[in-house]
């Protein structure tokens, strides 16, 4: 498929796209919905998204830098403030902001705060209310997250959809939102899906099916980094990372009996980083022990978490 591309002195629209909402409400699935490809980490597990991941779409003069942001919520160690951070930074300057509510369920106190923090903003607002598929009474759960904002002087629309079984619902939305944009040179060249590097990315994934297979609290403390990319002439991907762990005893619970458990988080990362490379890929993975990095700002730092 051919890229859209700018002629010379063309006037082009560009601004940037907050999507917010407590976790686990399908921020990340939305987004990866907008892009048509993965660019964040989803799971079944709140808080799976800890910093604001910009995913790029561009249509003709036009380009959405989406924003990706953390579940807002009341934070229990350094790394939850980060992530709290990192939802106040993104609504600072944006152009547009889309809050997603799970439908399933009525308005939490979490729902609440989010609500005072984009109720009073003087840009676009869009209630999308997310998982219709699941919900038993999403009119009557809409009115309620409606019923949030009461109040509010700027720009308000809704919608309902299933941004993992809605993709017409999707594309309008992502319609709307591309019509609102200012006038503005592009951010980022046309082309990539994302700001993250490969790392970054291939990380998340490891992160992902490491949380998928984790009980407990156990997948809050893990956090992943890739330290090490290359490719061979065939074309096979070698990728080396790290699962890091803050307490010896979570070593043992990552790597399993006679390593099981590592075994099938890498095979299932291989899988996914397969797919979306379209290459063979070795990933050979690592788990490290920092004691109490989530309450580090030093060893956050390192792990990418600034």
């Known amino acids: ?15 940037f796209v907050a999507i917010v909402g407590k976790p686990n409400v399908g921020k990340s699935t939305l987004l990866n919905a907008f892009l048509g490809t993965k ?83 003087p840009k676009p607002l869009f209630l999308v209310g997310n998982k219709t598929d699941a919900a038993k009474y999403p009119d009557e ?10 109040g509010r002087d700027a720009d308000l629309s809704d919608t309902m959809l299933s941004a993992q079984n809605n993709p017409n619902a999707v594309a309008t939305l992502r319609e709307q939102l591309l019509e609102i ?25 490891i992160r992902e099916e490491a949380m998928k297979k984790l009980r407990d609290e156990l997948p809050y403390a893990v956090a992943t980094r890739v330290n090490r990319w290359t490719e061979r002439e065939d074309g096979l991907q070698r990728i080396e990372g790290e699962i890091v762990v803050e307490k010896n005893a979570h070593k043992g619970m990552v790597i399993g009996s006679g390593g099981k458990q590592l075994r099938e988080i890498g095979q299932a990362a291989r899988k996914q980083l397969e797919v979306f490379l ?28 600034e």
């Open 141 to 150: 759960a809409m009115k309620l997250y409606r019923a949030l904002l009461e």
């Open 39 to 121: 660019v964040a980490p989803t799971s079944p597990r709140p808080q799976t998204t800890r910093r604001g991941v910009r995913g790029i779409h561009t249509s003709g003069d036009r380009q959405i830098v989406f924003v990706d942001t953390p579940g807002l919520h009341k934070p229990k160690d350094a790394l939850g403030k980060y992530m709290n951070h990192e939802v106040h930074s993104a609504l600072a300057d944006v152009d547009a902001v889309v809050w997603v509510v799970d439908l399933r369920h009525p308005p939490t106190d979490e729902d609440q705060l989010v609500a005072r923090q984009v109720r009073e903003l």
């Open 1 to 15: 498929m051919t890229e859209p591309s700018i002629t010379s002195g063309e006037q082009t629209h560009s601004g």
């Open 181 to 205: 944009l200012p006038e503005s040179p592009f951010f980022f060249p046309v082309g990539p899906a994302s700001d993250q590097s490969r790392e970054q990315w291939a990380a998340e994934i």
């Open 278 to 305: 379209d290459r063979k890929v070795y990933l050979g993975l690592e788990v490290i022990v920092i004691p109490g990095w989530r309450e580090d700002v030093e060893a956050l730092r390192e792990l990418g978490y």
